[in-house]
C-alpha cells in the first residue's frame, strides 16, 4: 500500500514535471544525473559471455551477483542497483555498439567494468565525448591512467607494465649474471609487460638474450621453449595467459630446463596454472600478488576469505571457487559500492568522478594484507601495489615489502 | 515479373533467375519507403523540425543493417548468383575497413574519398583470389575461403605490417561529422552517407545480373558444361564475380570501420564469415531484396537473442542459464523450416498462396 501510493505520487510528480516542463527535482532527495533516482541507480557493463574470452566471462555475473547481495541487504543509501550487463564477445564494434545502447537507450548512469582492453579502447574516446565514466575497466594495460586527456576513464587493476618494471628490478638485485629469456603472448598485454621488463632493465636491457612471442591460437608453446632453452638463459620471464603459462611451466620441467622462473599475475592461480603444469615443477616460482587466491591455504580462515566463500554460497552456487577470476569481480564491486556510497545524495557524473579519484588508503575485501586503494585528481591508478610470492608446497609465500613503482603513474 | 519457362526436357519450372522474380514491385517500393523514411526525420533539421525524433541509436542500427545488407549481398552475388561458396567474406569485409582505416589514419584522407581506392584494391585481391580457387570446387573452395578467413586476423597482427596495420592495437580514425556546417547529428549523417553509397551498388548488381553477364553468371551456376558449349569463359567469368563480390563487401567493410572510428583484428573474427553466410541464407540466396533481409537479420538477430534469452532465464526461474545462442540456433532452424527460400522466398511464396486463395474465392 504504502509502496504503490508512493509509486502513484512519483508518476504525478513527472507527469506534472513533464507537464510544466519544469526543474524536475520537486520531490527528490538529492541531485541526479540520468540513471539515477532516489530509488535506483543503473549501472551498465558489457563482458565476453561469448566467444574467446568467454572464460572472463565470471567476472561479470559475480559483480552481477555482489550487487543482488546489496539489494538484498537494502541497497546503496536505499537506491537498488540496477547492473545492466550484455555480452560483446570480445569484440570491439560489438561493445560500441552495447555501449551506445547502454548510454543512449537504456540510460545507465555510468560504464564499470567494461572488460579487455581492444573492447575498451575502441569506447574510450566515446564515453569522454559523452562525459560518461568508464570506472575501472577491467584491464591491466597501462594507458587507462590518463586524467588529463581521458578524464572519464579509470583502471582498476596494477597495471602491466608496472609490474613488468617490478619484477626487472627484482632479477637485478638477486640474479647473478642473469641471462633473461622471455615468453611473450603477441598482443598489447604481452607487449605492455615486456615493455615495462625492458623499462625496468633499464640499461641492462641486453640481459634479455631471447624474446619469443606466441599467438592465443598457437595449440601449445612448446617450440618457443625449447628456443627458449637453448638460448642459455638462466631466468625465465613467463608473460602468458593461464593455458600457456602452465603449457610452458610443464615444457621447461620436461627439458630439464631449471632458470629462475618469473610468471606474471594473470597465470598466478594455484588451481588454474600451477597443479595442471604439476606443483612440482612450479616450486620456486615468483609472481606479484595483489589478490588472494582462493585456492591457496594461508587464506582459508581470513574473515574476508570466508565471508567470500559464503557469498559463493549463496549467490553463485555453480561458481568454480579456484577460480580468482570471482575474487576479481567480488573486490571490484565492492569498491565501486564504497564510490557511491562516498557519492551520498549528489548522484552526478562529475561526481562520481570526483570520488572515484579521491580514494585514500582504502581497504577492500580479498586484497592482500596492506594493500590499499589510493587515487587523486592526477593519479587514476586505484591499485598500484603488488606483493612478490614464490610457490612452496601448495601455496604462496608472500616475500619482501609490498611494492609500487612510482615511474608508472607519470 | 515471373515468367514460367519450358526447359527442353519438358519440365515447367518457375524462373527465378532476376533479382528474386516473382517479387512483386510492391516489396520493392516498400523496402525503399522505408529506407526513406529515416532520411526525410534527418532532413527535419534542415527545415527547422526536431533533430531527434530517431535516436542517435536507432540511427546507428540502421546504417548498421545498410552496411551488413551490402556485405551479404556481395556474397550473395558469389554465392547465390554464381554457385561458389565462400566461408571467408569477413577477410574482405577487414580488408576493405583496413584500407580504409589505413589512408584516414596515416594519411589523413577523408574518409569517404579512400572508398574508391578500397573497391578498386578489394577487387584485385578477390580477382587474385578468385584465380587458384578456381580449380577448386563445392566443399574445397568452401575450405579455402575458410582459411582465408582464418588467416586474415594474424596477418593483421603480423610484425613487420604493424607500420600500415597498426598490430593488435588497431587504428583509431577520427570521428565523421557532417561538412559545411550541415545540421545533423553524426549518426544521421552516417545514415545519409552509407545510403547514398548503398543504393548506386544494389542498383549496379541488380543491372549487372539484369544484362548479359548476369545471365552467363547464373548460367554457369546452373550448367557448367552447357554455358561453357555456349561460348562462356566460365574461368574469367568467376575471377571477375570473385573480384565483383569482394569489393562489394570490401566497401560495406570500409563503411563499418567509419561507423566504428576503430579497427582491430579482434573486430574480424571467424564468425564474422558465417554471419554473412547466415544472412545470406536467411535473407534468401539469389535475390536481391534477400541481402536487404539477410542485413537486416544480421543486425537483429543477436540483440533479440541476447535479450529473449535473459527475460526467458528470468521469468522461468530455469536451474540452467539459457545462451543467446541457444535462441539464435532455435531461430535459424526455425527460419529454414518454415521458409526453405528464405526470408525473400517465403514472402514470394506467401504471395503466391494469398492469390491463389484469392482467385480460387474469386471463381466459386
Given at each position: 500500500m504504502l509502496q504503490s501510493s508512493r509509486r502513484l505520487f512519483l508518476a504525478g510528480a513527472s507527469a506534472l514535471g513533464l507537464a510544466i516542463a519544469?526543474?524536475?527535482?520537486?520531490?527528490?532527495k538529492g541531485k541526479y544525473d540520468e540513471g539515477a533516482s532516489d530509488t535506483e541507480i543503473k549501472i551498465g557493463n558489457t563482458n565476453p559471455?561469448?566467444?574467446?574470452?568467454?572464460?572472463?566471462?565470471v567476472i561479470g555475473k559475480s559483480i552481477d551477483a555482489y550487487f543482488k547481495k546489496i539489494n538484498d541487504d537494502g541497497g546503496i543509501n536505499g537506491r537498488k542497483i540496477n547492473f545492466v550487463t550484455y555480452d560483446d564477445g570480445y569484440s570491439p564494434p560489438k561493445t560500441v555498439e552495447m555501449v551506445r545502447k547502454l548510454v543512449e537507450?537504456?540510460?545507465?548512469?555510468l560504464l564499470f567494468q567494461t572488460l579487455g582492453t581492444p573492447p575498451n579502447t575502441a569506447i574510450w574516446q566515446y564515453m569522454n565525448d559523452a562525459k560518461v565514466p568508464q570506472l575501472?575497466?577491467?584491464?591491466?594495460?597501462?594507458?587507462?591512467?590518463d586524467p588529463k586527456g581521458h578524464p572519464w576513464t579509470m583502471g582498476f587493476q596494477p597495471d602491466y607494465r608496472t609490474e613488468g618494471i617490478i619484477y626487472a628490478k627484482h632479477i637485478l638485485e638477486t640474479v647473478k649474471d642473469a641471462k633473461i629469456a622471455v615468453l611473450y603472448q603477441n598482443d598489447d598485454y604481452g607487449k605492455d609487460y615486456l615493455g615495462g621488463f625492458k623499462e625496468g632493465l633499464?640499461?641492462?636491457?641486453?640481459?634479455?638474450v631471447k624474446e619469443e612471442p606466441y599467438n592465443?591460437?598457437?595449440?601449445?608453446?612448446d617450440n618457443q621453449i625449447i628456443q627458449l632453452k637453448n638460448s642459455g638463459a638462466n631466468v625465465f620471464f613467463n608473460i602468458a595467459t593461464p593455458k600457456f603459462a602452465a603449457q610452458a611451466i610443464k615444457k621447461a620441467a620436461e627439458l630439464g630446463w631449471k632458470p629462475v622462473q618469473y610468471v606474471n599475475n594473470v597465470s598466478s592461480s594455484v588451481g588454474s596454472v600451477m597443479k595442471p603444469a604439476g606443483i612440482d615443477n612450479a616450486q620456486g616460482i615468483i609472481t606479484a600478488l595483489y589478490l588472494k587466491d582462493p585456492?591457496?591455504?594461508?587464506?582459508?580462515?581470513?574473515a574476508d576469505m570466508k565471508e567470500w566463500k559464503a557469498f559463493m554460497a549463496k549467490y553463485?552456487?555453480?561458481?568454480?571457487?579456484?577460480?580468482?577470476s570471482y575474487v576479481y569481480g567480488y573486490a571490484v564491486a565492492h569498491l565501486m559500492e564504497i564510490v557511491l556510497k562516498q557519492c551520498g545524495n549528489e548522484l552526478t557524473r562529475a561526481n562520481i568522478m570526483k570520488q572515484a579519484a579521491n580514494l585514500k588508503s582504502v581497504e577492500i575485501p580479498?586484497?592482500?594484507?596492506?594493500i590499499k586503494v589510493n587515487t587523486s585528481p592526477t593519479d587514476f591508478y586505484p591499485l598500484q601495489s603488488v606483493q612478490l610470492a614464490r610457490i612452496k608446497g601448495e601455496s604462496y609465500e608472500l616475500f619482501g615489502k609490498v611494492l609500487s613503482n612510482e615511474a608508472a603513474s607519470n | 515479373m515471373a515468367t514460367t519457362t519450358t526447359t527442353a526436357n519438358g519440365v515447367t519450372r518457375?524462373?527465378?533467375?532476376?533479382?528474386?522474380?516473382?517479387?512483386?514491385r510492391n516489396v520493392w517500393l516498400l523496402l525503399i519507403a522505408l529506407a526513406l523514411l529515416p532520411v526525410v526525420v534527418a532532413l527535419l533539421p534542415l527545415v527547422g523540425?526536431?533533430?531527434?525524433?530517431?535516436?542517435s541509436y536507432t540511427f546507428l542500427q540502421l546504417s548498421l543493417m545498410i552496411v551488413y545488407s551490402i556485405a551479404v549481398l556481395g556474397l550473395n552475388l558469389l554465392?547465390?548468383?554464381?554457385g561458389q561458396i565462400s566461408l571467408g567474406h569477413g577477410a574482405f569485409f577487414a580488408a576493405g575497413a583496413y584500407v580504409a582505416a589505413a589512408l584516414v589514419a596515416h594519411?589523413?584522407?577523408p574518409h569517404m574519398v579512400t572508398l574508391p581506392v578500397v573497391a578498386l584494391f578489394c577487387f584485385v585481391l578477390g580477382y587474385l583470389f578468385g584465380l587458384p580457387a578456381l580449380r577448386l570446387e563445392g566443399h574445397y573452395l568452401a575450405l579455402a575461403t575458410f582459411s582465408l578467413a582464418i588467416a586474415v586476423p594474424q596477418i593483421l597482427k603480423y610484425r613487420h605490417l604493424e607500420g600500415v596495420t597498426?598490430?593488435?592495437q588497431g587504428l583509431n580514425l577520427p570521428k565523421i561529422v557532417a561538412p559545411w556546417?550541415?545540421?545533423?547529428t553524426p549518426d544521421q549523417w552516417m545514415y545519409l552517407l552509407v545510403l547514398v553509397v548503398a543504393v548506386p551498388i544494389f542498383w549496379f548488381t541488380r543491372n549487372l545480373l539484369d544484362s548479359r553477364t548476369g545471365r552467363a553468371l547464373m548460367a554457369i551456376r546452373d550448367q557448367p558444361m552447357a554455358a561453357a558449349t555456349m561460348g562462356i569463359n566460365i574461368s574469367q567469368y568467376k575471377a571477375i564475380t570473385f573480384g565483383l563480390s569482394a569489393m562489394i563487401t570490401g566497401i560495406a567493410g570500409a563503411l563499418h570501420a567509419g561507423m566504428f572510428r576503430f579497427v582491430a583484428p579482434?573486430?574480424?573474427?571467424l564468425e564474422l564469415s558465417i554471419t554473412f553466410l547466415v544472412g545470406m541464407v536467411v535473407g534468401g540466396l539469389a535475390s536481391l531484396p534477400g541481402a536487404i533481409f539477410g542485413g537486416i537479420f544480421v543486425q537483429v538477430i543477436e540483440k533479440y537473442a541476447d535479450s529473449i534469452a535473459r527475460s526467458l532465464s528470468s521469468t522461468l526461474h530455469l536451474p540452467i542459464d539459457i545462451e543467446p545462442w541457444t535462441i539464435y540456433g532455435i531461430a535459424l532452424i526455425l527460419l529454414v523450416y518454415l521458409m526453405p527460400t528464405g526470408i525473400a522466398g517465403g514472402i514470394a511464396r506467401l504471395r503466391r498462396l494469398m492469390n491463389n486463395t484469392g482467385r480460387r474465392s474469386g471463381t466459386s
Open positions: 519544469a526543474t524536475p527535482a520537486l520531490a527528490q559471455y561469448s566467444g574467446p574470452a568467454s572464460a572472463y566471462g537507450q537504456d540510460k545507465v548512469l575501472f575497466v577491467a584491464t591491466g594495460a597501462s594507458k587507462w591512467g633499464g640499461k641492462d636491457a641486453n640481459k634479455i592465443v591460437t598457437d595449440p601449445t608453446v585456492t591457496d591455504p594461508q587464506w582459508a580462515n581470513s553463485m552456487p555453480q561458481g568454480n571457487l579456484s577460480d580468482g580479498l586484497l592482500l594484507p596492506g | 518457375k524462373q527465378t533467375s532476376r533479382f528474386g522474380a516473382g517479387f512483386s523540425g526536431p533533430a531527434e525524433v530517431i535516436s554465392t547465390g548468383f554464381n594519411h589523413h584522407w597498426g598490430g593488435v556546417g550541415l545540421p545533423f579482434d573486430s574480424y573474427p
